[in-house]
Structures are given as C-alpha cells and as structure tokens.
C-alpha cells in the first residue's frame, strides 16, 4: 500500500510537467491549429530563464581580504555578489537563495515576448499549409533554439538549485498512520505539484470566466463565425500562444531544480508531451491534463521493481504502448471532440 | 533502355558517373594546399554520401509519393545494422549475406510497424510512428540489452562462433568483412602529381548498390504502383469512392522503403562492424527527414542530393575554426577581420547544427520544394524562353 502511494507520489510531478506542456500545445493546437515542434524548445528556454536569474545574482566582484590567507599563502580573494551588496548581506543572500521562484516573475515576460516573436514572425505564415509544413518549419525552430542556447550556456547540465526551505523531504507516511521513512517525498516535487495545479486551475479559470476567454473559447469553436461578428480574433489567438508560451516556460522554470537544465531537455519532453496530447485527445484541454497525469504515474508505476520483474523493460516503453492502444482503439483519443484532427 | 525514357536514363547515367568519379571529383585540391581539408574524396565519408543516399531514397518512397510524414524511420536502421552485425558474428564475415538479412529483417519489422501505423494518417502516423521508433530505441537500450549489447553497442569481438570462417585471423585479430575475399577496407591510393585520389571496395560496393535501388526507385515512381501511391497523397478520400483500398499500396510502400533503410543499415555495418542504439533514436529519423526536405522530396534526385549535402557540410563545417576563418579574411582591415570571424563563429565548428536548423528552416518557409526547386528557379532565371505566364505558376519538381 505505502509503495503504491509512493508511485502516485512520483507520477506527480513527473505528470505536472507533462501536464503543463500539453497544455500548451492543445492550446496553441486548438487556437490556432498549429501543431508546434518546438514547445519542448519554450520548456527549455523556461528552465534557461532560471539559469540566468541565478548566473544574473551571482555576478560578484572581488575584493582581497588582508587578514585572510589562500593555500599559497597570498592574500585571500573574497568574491561578494553585487546583489549582497547593494541589499545588504542577508538580503542578498536571500536573494540568490529564492533565485528560482523569483524567476517566475523574470521569465513571464520573457516567454510572452518569445512567444509573441515565434507567432509573429514565423508561425503566422503557416496557418494555410499543410501540417507536415508545420512540423517541419518548428522542428527546424526547435533546432535552432536549441543551438543558440548550447551556444551560450555550454553542452553540459547545470545545476540550479532550490531555495533551502524546500530541500530535504516530506514524511507522508507519518501522516497516514504508515511507518516512518515509508514514503518520503522532496519538498520541491510537492511545490512542484502545488504550483502547476495552480497554473492548470488559473489557465482554465481564464478561459472559463473571462470575457476574453469567453472569446478565445469562441474562437476555437469556430473561427469564421466570430471573425464575422467584428472581432479581431487573430489578435487573441496571438496573446494565446503567448500564454501558452509561458505555460511551458513556467513549467521549465519551476523544473530546473528537479532536473538539472541541459540544452535538449526540451526535445526529451516534447516527444513524450505529443504522445501525451495525442492520448488526450487533440484539442481538448482537460483531455491533456488528464493524459498528462495519467502517463505520469503510469511510467512510475512501471518503474517499480515487482513490476519490472514480471514484464521487463515496461518502464522503457509504457508511454508508448498506451499511446498505441488509444490511438487504435479511441482514434479521438481519450476526451477528444468529434471533427477535431481526425485525421 | 531499361525501360525508361530519355530523360531518367540521362539522370541515371549523370549519377552514375558522379558517383564511379566521385574519388575524383571530391578531391579538387592537391593535398598539400590550404584547402586540402575540403577534400570529401575520402571513403570513409564517400560511403556515408551514398549509404545515407540509399536510406533518403527510401524514406522518399514513403513521404514523397505518398505524404506520409515518418518520423520513426531510423528505427529500421537500426534493426538493418544489427542483423547485419548477428550475421557477421555467427555466419560469416561476407557481406552479402548480412545485407540480404538486414534487408529481410527490417523489412518484417516494417509490415508489422507498418500495420499498425497506417491505420491513422496524417499527425497521427507521424506519432505512432515516433512511438514506435522511440520504443524500439529505448528496449534496445535496457532490456534487450543480450541482443543489442546495449550503451556499448554490438561489436565484433574474437570469439565469435562463426560458421563459415574464422574466429579470428592467424595474427590473433578479428577478421574484417568482405565480398568473397574482397576486403571492404582495402584501398588503392593513387598518386598524380599533388593530388591522392582512393579508390575504396567499399565504396564501390556501396555505390553500386546505391545506383540499384536509385533505378529501382526510378522504376516505382514511373510505374502505376507509383501513380496510385500519389493518388493516395493527393486525395485519399476520393481513392475510396473510387472503390479502392489505399491500405496495401501505403503498407507496400512503407515496407519498402523500410526495407531501403534496413540496406543502408546493414550496409553500414558492412563498412564497419558495430551497431549502436544511437543509430535508432528519434533525431536520427529526424536527419533523413532533413535531407529529404532540404533536397526536394517527392523529386527523385532531391534525397540524394539532401544526404550529400548534408554530409558534406556536416563534416566540412565541422572542419573549419576561427584560424581557417582568420586565415580567410586576412584581406580585411584588423577590426572588420575580427568582427566578420566573430559574427561567423556562432555558425562554425560545433555550431554546425545551427546553421544546418537555420538552413531547413529557410528551406521550408521560401523554397518547399528543396534543392530542386532552387535550381530549376535558377535556370527558369536564366533560360532565354519568358517564363511561362499561361501556365499555372506552381513549381512542378522535376522527377
């Protein structure tokens, strides 16, 4: 029992980011009918976001402390961050501690603006042809993403770390009357999880109760019709991809600790985040959380060792196996609407 | 002349010739000159040219006549490379028969993929593709690990229990694979005067089988097998009212074109016995995705081109640094010549990946048709006929 709560525990976060990025792809799919290679890309210039932030805090100047001395018996260089001081040490340190939270705020704008370039200046001209022209053209975006940023932070992962409140674990077991030490689970998987409900809650609460959503929803029923009532509705559609945009760029953002950033981490979670869209349902937004959870917790079911031991190798490929059997037996995937990409 | 009319026959003979010559015409600069390093008549980069020829026509049949978008073909690959290297190990070190088995091999692999793929289209037989390959890739790493060997790759290694030959050669090393005696390896340099021109076994193997499958590729796309295959492309839909199962002729094409990569597989292996699970993963399906597109898919040259393209950019893009750069610009005034190499750097060396992404990109967004289409713009340019007003301006590739 404790290990199957463990393994739901695990699928979570895991799930949340599968989660977070198909829902951006269905919202970029059902907006603007765009099927877009190169989110994994945004994922990873979210998790680059925060990188950066913490690089950005940790800019220090140096200053030779007389009273010290280095292993060479030289006088001893202090570095200070620049943030530590201007703000005053405990400040500072503050600072650089909650670098990764802080970038939230950083990188919104950021993936707005990314998001808004992409649509702009590329994606736009590729409403009217074909869908593997689409592929295409973000595969090769995705590319060159990923290649700017190997150019400029290096081909190796970099850590980042989250802020010191939330390292080590939780005990859950204690709570639920289990022995202690049953199931631990880090604190930032828990924030992790906390935080991409947050966003999936926000995201469908935009869509659902605004004016603007209202809009959006509109829009994505049938466009002409709304385009016909006087409203600009390419306008919304592109503040959509730029949300969507940030979605993905959130999720990186708040990934950075659990995984360390490396330059394709994006193409590693896009593959898996199609397959999670497909399972869903194309198009259908609760369809891509669901499938984003349920994938998640199915892989960590998998990698328990019972059963690994009775199938080997499920771990590898469950993903796949599940996507295969939707797709050939609910070809809509599992809350698609009808006439969405059915073909 | 085998059956074909005059305009295939003469792209026939002109890649014929390119690829019996092409020791010589990749090797323009004598040896000890600057631009030595831009020779590609080397065989071991020459056999890559054809060999991943080979697997861009294949993947042409498929998504050039039929317009389905594979993203899993590397998987065939793969399986090609290995059955080619179990036959090495166990058989014998010729090559023949390790090709007929990748060949074989991957193609049940592909009737069975191909099966269960086809019954969805459009993004949705990209993914199941994608799945497929990506399940493959990741079994071979971790539980088949006995068949596969794993992250190390399978190699030849001196105990080898092969059937008909040795385990290893009289000097304790591992033999290398051959056709009937003729060692894949072996290599007749010839010197005229500056320049080294190789001729390679390999290579000549490899080419022939190249202008093969380009001829078999020639016959498909001509033959009414061809024309149904682009029915399907153009409207599926009405292919069914006519009353005809598109299915057969899709899974035809997608086995043989699977078929085509599990040659250039097992060719691979022949040039050099090892496989890798790396050769299976997605960005490699990705490569001769490239290629196709960059040369002009749905054309018949367009792949061929694509693969040596991209091969030879890869590896001489590779070559050049900030001192070839340097060495290049020196005509420049000091801050020009610095800026130039510093705005060039990014693209460069390691960066190759980069130029080659920025590279795709401008092909899909201005030039859809690839290569191809560049160059019948350009001659279209430069013919002394006005171009050709009355007729619809879409650019019809050249086949």
Known sequence: ?343 | MLGLNKHDRTLLIIVAILTMCAPFILNPFPTDSGMAQFNAGYPDLMQRFVIFGIFAIGFNILFGLTGYLSFGHAAFLGVGSYSAVWMFKLLSMNVIPAILLAMIISGLFAVLIGYVSLRRSGIYFSILTLAFAQMSFNLAYSVLTPITNGETGLQLTLDDPRILGVSATADGGIPVTSLFGLEMRSTYEMAVGPWAFQFNAGYYLCALIMLASFYLSIRIFRSPFGMMLRAVKSNQTRLNYTGLNPRPYTLAAFVISGMYAGLAGGLMASMDPLAGAERMQWTASGEVVLMSILGGAGTLIGPVLGAGFIKYFENIFSKINDTVLHNWFAFLPDGLEDAVVFIIHPFIGKGWHLTLGILFMLVVIFLPGGLVEGGQRIRRLFSKKPADDGKPAATKPAE
Not at chain 1, 66 to 88: I, S
Not at chain 1, 136 to 164: C, H, M, R
Not at chain 1, 240 to 248: D, L, Q, R, T
């Open chain 1, 1 to 343: 029992m404790d290990a199957i709560i463990l393994q739901i525990l695990n699928g979570l976060d895991k799930g949340s980011a599968y989660a977070l990025i198909a829902l951006g792809l269905t919202l970029i799919f059902g907006t603007l009918g765009v099927v877009n290679f190169a989110h994994g890309a945004l994922f990873m210039i979210g998790a680059f976001c925060a990188v950066t932030l913490s690089k950005i805090l940790n800019i220090s100047f140096e200053t030779i402390d007389e009273t010290q001395v280095d292993f060479l018996g030289n006088p001893l260089k202090v570095k200070t961050p620049y943030v530590e001081a201007w703000f005053g040490p405990e400040t500072g340190a503050a600072l650089i501690d909650w670098s990764v939270p802080l970038a939230i705020f950083f990188s919104i704008p950021i993936m707005i603006a990314v998001g808004f370039i992409m649509e702009r200046g590329l994606i736009k001209h590729f409403y009217k042809r074909a869908h593997a022209d689409q592929i295409l053209v973000t595969f090769g975006l995705a590319i060159v993403l990923q290649e700017v940023v190997k150019y400029f932070y290096g081909a190796n992962p970099i850590p980042t770390g989250a802020p010191d409140v939330f390292k080590g674990s939780f005990d859950f077991g204690v709570l639920f009357g289990f022995d202690p030490n049953a199931i631990i689970y880090p604190y930032w998987r828990l924030v992790y999880f906390g935080f991409s409900t947050l966003i999936i809650g926000s995201v469908f609460a935009f869509l659902q109760f605004t004016t603007f959503g209202m809009v959006v929803r509109a829009g994505m029923a049938d466009r002409e019709t709304v385009g016909l009532l006087g409203i600009n509705i390419d306008k919304r559609f592109t503040i959509m991809f730029g949300i969507a945009a940030a979605v993905a760029g959130l999720a990186g953002v708040m990934y950075a600790p659990i995984n360390s950033p490396n330059y394709h981490m994006g193409m590693d979670f896009l593959v898996l985040s199609f397959v999670v869209v497909v399972v869903g349902g194309m198009g259908s937004l609760p369809g891509a959380v669901l499938a984003g959870f349920l994938l998640g917790v199915l892989e960590s079911f998998a990698s328990m060792n019972e059963i690994k031991s009775l199938i080997p190798g499920i771990d590898q490929i469950i993903i796949y196996l599940v996507a295969i059997i939707i797709l050939l037996t609910r070809p809509r995937g599992l809350m698609g609407r009808k006439g969405v990409m059915e073909e």
